[in-house]
Nanobody
């Protein structure tokens, strides 16, 4: 499955952005989808994930309460709503998808074989 993340941009601290993750020619219905980010000079880190069944989600502590991951009803798109953005949220954000991702693995980048190109999010202070 080919993925494409979009919706990034340059915003000020406290602003909101909504990132979208889309797949071409199919649906993400059966996939767990994770969002990860990588800031310059830092390792890629887990941000949020939504499971394929029932849409249960999990979040990194650093974004909990500010970010929300969701699917649309047709399970075609996955979104990451980011509120109260902080300068430390600045990074390239990636969406990733995988089949059969178990809950205990959904925070691991290695659980997702399918990755899209990232979208840059820059938060100014």
């Amino acid at each position: 499955v080919q993925l494409q993340a979009s919706g990034g941009g340059l915003v000020q601290a406290g602003d909101s952005l909504r990132l979208s993750c889309a797949t071409s020619g199919g649906t993400l219905r059966n996939y767990a989808v994770g969002w990860f980010r990588q800031a310059p000079g830092k390792e890629r880190e887990f941000v949020a994930a939504v499971h394929r069944m029932g849409g249960s989600s999990s979040y990194a502590d650093s974004v909990k309460g500010r970010f929300t991951v969701s699917r649309d009803n047709a399970k075609i798109m996955v979104y990451l709503q980011m509120n109260s953005l902080k300068p430390e949220d600045t990074a390239v954000y990636y969406c990733a998808a995988g089949l059969g991702v178990i809950t205990s693995s959904q925070r691991s980048a290695g659980a997702y074989p399918n990755w899209g190109q990232g979208t840059q999010v820059t938060v100014s202070s």
